[in-house]
Every structure is written in structure tokens, then in C-alpha cells.
């Protein structure tokens, strides 16, 4: 059984940029979220897709956007970047009502 | 949703067990007590949960108390290994995202 895989492992961008990190479900998943952990806290829900529709969302502005795609692998969008956008940034899936399955997730440095 | 409230750290001796406390008196009848943990550089891990009975799986034992307003996860011989962040989240299972992590209990296995 795969399990969730997060690319890239660790990335650096400079403010106002865009970034797009990307996350593979684990086998028979159908739900997909994404989390920001900041340095000393725990995980902050971002969003949720189910059947490629966004499904719930926390509190986050519209810069944070996503996508979920058929084979269940999804991408999270961040758009103009800022210095508080760096983070740890972790994917889970699941089937729909059932424990999540995080991946080790992506470190992302905004300069 | 429920808050729940647990110690910040703790310390346990190898091959003791370790019990990990959580307050959650605000829970409400329909919703669930699950722990998940987050070693270093790992994305959190779904150890267990339950809902009113006391449940145990290979990993850990969930005591929950009779008027569900408190629980103890018990790890029956903890190992260097267990050293991480657990997370006590209390959540409706019919809606498992927004899963709220607080700053959770820092547990050391101390050889």
C-alpha cells in the first residue's frame, strides 16, 4: 500500500512569487487536505477537496487555492507570496469520514 | 467545536507505559476523541479513536471517562521511539476536516 507522497520535499521562494506543491493520495483515498504547520504549532486546516470539489476550507484567504484530479492527487496554489507564508505545508487523505493519512509534507522558505 | 486542553510535555522512562492526558468538557455528544502524533521532520500519524467506549488497537489503548469530558491515551510500553508530539482533537466524524490541532504534549521516552 502506497502511502501519501508530497513533492517537492523542501522549496525556497522569494516574496510576491507563486508557488504550486503537489501531493499523492494513498490507495482508494477520495478525499484530500491540506494543512500549514508553522514552526512550534500545530497543523492549521486549509482546505479539504472530495470528488474534485472543494469540500470545506479554514481560514485562509483566496490566494490559497487548490485541486483536486481525477486519479485523487491534488495541488495546493499559493499565490503572491509573503514572509508568513513560510511554513511546513502537510496533505492528507482519507476516505470521506475516516482518519486522515498525512504525508511528511513540503518545506517551503519565502525570503 | 469542543477545545480540549492537554499538558505541554511529559516525560516517560523507556519500557514504562506512558499515559497522555486530555481534557475535552465541552464535548459534545456526536463527536469523537481521536490522538494522532507528530514525530520530528514527519507528518502527524492517526494512532486511534473513539467515541464513548474505551478502545485499544495495536499502537495504543484510548480510556475515555463515563461523562466524555476527559480521555488518556496509553502507549503500554513506550520506546525511544514513541518521543513526539501527540495530539488529543475532538471532531464529529461526519465532518473530519478542519481537524483543530492545539500545541499538543511533547512527549521524551528517556532510556
Known amino acids: 500500500e502506497t502511502g501519501v507522497t508530497q513533492s517537492p520535499t523542501h522549496l525556497i521562494k522569494t516574496r510576491g512569487q507563486q508557488v504550486t506543491l503537489r501531493c499523492s493520495s494513498q490507495s482508494g483515498h477520495n478525499t484530500v487536505s491540506w494543512y500549514q504547520q508553522a514552526l512550534g504549532q500545530g497543523p492549521q486546516f486549509i482546505f479539504q477537496?472530495?470528488?474534485?470539489?472543494?469540500?470545506g476550507r479554514g481560514n485562509f484567504p483566496p490566494r490559497f487555492s487548490g485541486l483536486q484530479f481525477p486519479n485523487y492527487s491534488s495541488e495546493l496554489n499559493v499565490n503572491a507570496l509573503e514572509l508568513d507564508d513560510s511554513a511546513l505545508y502537510l496533505c492528507?487523505?482519507?476516505?470521506?469520514?475516516?482518519?486522515?493519512?498525512f504525508g511528511n509534507g513540503t518545506r517551503l522558505t519565502v525570503t | 467545536d469542543a477545545k480540549t486542553t492537554q499538558p505541554p510535555s511529559m516525560d516517560c522512562a523507556e519500557g514504562r507505559a506512558a499515559n497522555l492526558p486530555c481534557n475535552h468538557s465541552?464535548?459534545?455528544?456526536?463527536?469523537?476523541v481521536y490522538w494522532y502524533r507528530q514525530i520530528h521532520s514527519q507528518g502527524p500519524q492517526y494512532i486511534i479513536h473513539g467515541l464513548k467506549n474505551n478502545e485499544t488497537n495495536e499502537m495504543a489503548s484510548l480510556i475515555i471517562t463515563e461523562d466524555r469530558k476527559s480521555s488518556t491515551l496509553i502507549l503500554p510500553h513506550a520506546t525511544l521511539r514513541d518521543t513526539a508530539v501527540y495530539y488529543c482533537?475532538?471532531?464529529?466524524?461526519?465532518?473530519?476536516?478542519?481537524?483543530?490541532f492545539g500545541a499538543g504534549t511533547r512527549l521524551t521516552v528517556k532510556p
Open positions: 465541552t464535548i459534545s455528544g456526536n463527536e469523537y
Open positions: 482533537i475532538v471532531r464529529a466524524s461526519y465532518n473530519n476536516n478542519d481537524m483543530r
Open positions: 492528507a487523505s482519507s476516505h470521506i469520514n475516516s482518519p486522515l493519512h
Open positions: 477537496y472530495y470528488r474534485e470539489e472543494e469540500n
